[in-house]
């Protein structure tokens, strides 16, 4: 009997503990997400506006357009928390030549498998609480956006992006120069044209969103050497922004 007293008690306990720790943890992550906001560097409005602009002076050069955006977040106090300009040595003219649409920074560009769609990635900015990419892809994709715990603001610099809700019949348009904001714990079905790409924001818990992003690598191409390329520039950009004091 007084050891049957002794397991129920002992249980008892641990579940206490158990519970206690739990109650902290929750509490924890309620405090932080709160103040979330407090460690965001980008503003939706400006990369908006700045989209708008790198479209208007080349409307017929992608490259052109990334190299403007890149150039012009370098010029300003976020320049420190950025990786390269993705196009260096780009001659922004309206008629390019088709080798200027190819980056030399090959070893930095991505491919990306998640909710079924496929598309090609070079990344911005990479911390815990935001990444700034480029996305899109020159065949054309569809797929699952996810559901996440970021915001996801979708900057469309070429081409026509469409989406839709579960509950919708009509189709959502996203044409050049529009700005796609998937808010945080939606869904959506979407679906990408050829030639589209975009200048792609997420602002809330990243770390969250990395099942999604991988699963496809483990359940479907089992293409290791991208996710650890993946994995070795999200963890040096975040590693290196964090000793700047970036979150």
Do not use: C
Request: proline share 5%; hydrophobic share 40%.
């Amino acid at each position: 009997m007084a050891s049957k007293n002794t397991q129920q008690s002992s249980f008892i306990s641990r579940a206490t503990r158990f519970g206690v720790f739990l109650a902290l943890v929750t509490a924890l992550a309620i405090w932080a997400d709160s103040i979330r906001e407090r460690f965001y560097v980008f503003k939706p409005s400006e990369l908006h506006l700045l989209a708008q602009e790198a479209i208007s002076l080349y409307p017929n050069n992608t490259a052109g357009v990334v190299h403007h955006i890149a150039a012009s977040l370098h010029e300003t106090s976020l320049s420190a928390y950025l990786t390269p300009n993705p196009f260096p040595d780009l001659l922004e003219t309206q008629k390019p030549a088709p080798d200027s649409q190819i980056s030399p920074l090959k070893t930095e560009w991505l491919f990306n498998n998640a909710g079924g769609a496929m598309g090609t990635m070079y990344i911005l900015h990479a911390s815990i609480t935001e990444y700034l990419l480029i996305f899109g892809t020159p065949l054309g994709t569809e797929g699952h956006t996810g559901r996440h715990t970021a915001d996801d603001y979708f900057h469309i610099l070429e081409g026509e992006q469409w989406a839709s809700e579960a509950n919708s019949l009509v189709m959502e348009r996203y044409p050049t120069g529009s700005q796609h904001h998937l808010r945080r714990g939606t869904v959506k079905q979407y679906k990408m044209h050829e030639g589209v790409w975009a200048l792609e924001l997420a602002q809330g818990w990243i770390p969250l969103m990395f099942p999604f992003g991988f699963a496809d690598t483990f359940f479907s191409t089992l293409d290791f050497a991208t996710l650890w390329h993946t994995i070795r520039i999200t963890g040096r950009e975040n590693i290196r922004n964090l000793l700047q004091g970036k979150i």
